[in-house]
């Protein structure tokens, strides 16, 4: 079949793109970013095409699916619709792909993709797996019976999908333009773990806890309420140890090189999972011991004493984790973190949230909210200056003003966002290059 992709360079899309390759389709996209994205490095390499014009010609019976991020109004789907082409939702299409696998769904407020990405590193070096991960990572074989999918609750997507397993990480107020309180975000969480056979959720979080699950569910976590138990745990620079207990019983002693509490919890749900499928404890613990964490989590690049740390983080709790992470693994440096916020929405509705996470830093350096789905004059005073006033010694910051990062001194900078803030990053990697030679 023929697929084209809107909004392919988009980090759902793209893997979309990807797996529909894999499984023999012929795929192509449009996209009105035309620089390089991180996202796109699968879509390379599978030589899939990507168009940045709207004259070329799309054959009749191509099946279209398109991002979110699109209005209705946009050129591109303005003009598949005027060809009268079959168009399929995003997830719809992904729902049709996760009923003709085992599906593992991995869900949550945060760590879907580090989790998704554990999963799928063992059980593809174990039983074969397919996997779609949020970072623009995707692949598929129809041998493989499992399917990780990195589930996300935005626009209720996750309800279209069909999991045998049901992960569910966390849950906390997020995406706000779509779901009016927390709890209707438990209710929608609870909605998308009844269509699961198998449960696995973290029971050290309160919200989670409160989910109104139909079958029997595994918990997991640090406190001794839940079926799977990390102890004696020790963080160190090179990683996370632990012994893990299920059941009461001790199970086997694990290493991941990956720093901080809430990594240690997504490596808890790899262990319960790949433990349900049968895969022996030793070959997940060396395959932990090799994992290499997704694209834009905690990816850390080094230029003399200057750390410069990238993560996806884009929710208040995502920003606090990271300030702490890198605060315990570089105790000796100044943590300085750099904030693009996405979306209006967001932003009102988490504002104090964010300014108390960003006052972990010892200096806190903020963009202007981007959004690509909102519009500013439907959030009238909603901006990042609010939280600039409110956090100490905080400052404006754009990509043309970026040189003033270059002040630092043996210090952990922190660039943190879900959208475009590695051009700001790799404009301040250059200058740090060219400084250093």
Known sequence: MKYYCIGIKGSGMATLAEILYDLGNDVSGYDDYKEYKFTQEGIDKRGIK??????????????????????????????????????????????KLSSEFKTIGVSGTHGKTTTSTMISHVLNNTKGCNYFIGDGSGFAD?????????????????????????????????????????????????????????????????????????????????????????????????????????????????????????????????????????????????????????????????????????????????????????????????????????TYSRTKALMKDFISALKEADKAYVMDIHCDRERQEDYEGVSSDEIINNVPNAEKISIDSVQKLLEYKNAAICFMSCTNIYEIEDKFKELLENKNN
Not at 185 to 198: D, G, H, L, P
């Open 50 to 95: 990507i168009y940045y014009d709207n004259e070329h010609e799309i054959d009749k019976d191509t099946i279209v699916t398109y991002s979110r991020a699109f209005s209705e109004e946009h050129p591109e789907i303005k003009r598949v619709k005027k060809l009268g082409l079959k168009i399929i939702a995003y997830n719809e299409l992904l729902g």
């Open 142 to 342: 129809r041998k493989n019976k499992l399917f990780t999918l990195e589930s996300c609750e935005f626009n209720r997507h996750f309800l279209s999908y069909h999991p045998y397993y049901a992960i569910v990480t966390n849950i906390e107020l997020e995406h706000t333009e779509c779901y009016k309180d927390i709890n209707e975000i438990i209710e929608t969480f609870s909605s998308f773990a009844n269509k699961a056979s198998v449960v696995v959720a973290c029971g050290d979080d309160s919200n989670v806890r409160r989910m109104k699950v139909n079958n029997k569910v595994t918990y997991y976590g640090f406190n001794d309420d839940n079926d799977v138990v990390a102890k004696n745990i020790k963080l160190s620079k090179d990683g996370s140890s632990f012994d893990v207990y299920i059941d009461g019983n001790f199970y086997n002693h694990f290493d991941i090189p990956l720093f901080g509490d809430h990594m240690i919890l997504d490596a808890l749900a790899c262990i319960t999972i790949c433990n349900m499928e049968g895969v022996k404890k030793e070959d997940v613990a060396s395959l932990l011991l090799t994992f290499k964490n997704a694209k834009r989590r905690f990816k850390e690049t080094t230029f003399g004493d200057v750390v410069v740390i990238d993560d996806y983080a884009h929710h208040p709790t995502e920003i606090r984790v990271t300030i702490e992470s890198a605060r315990k693994k570089y105790s000796d440096k100044k943590i300085v973190a750099v904030f693009l916020p996405n």
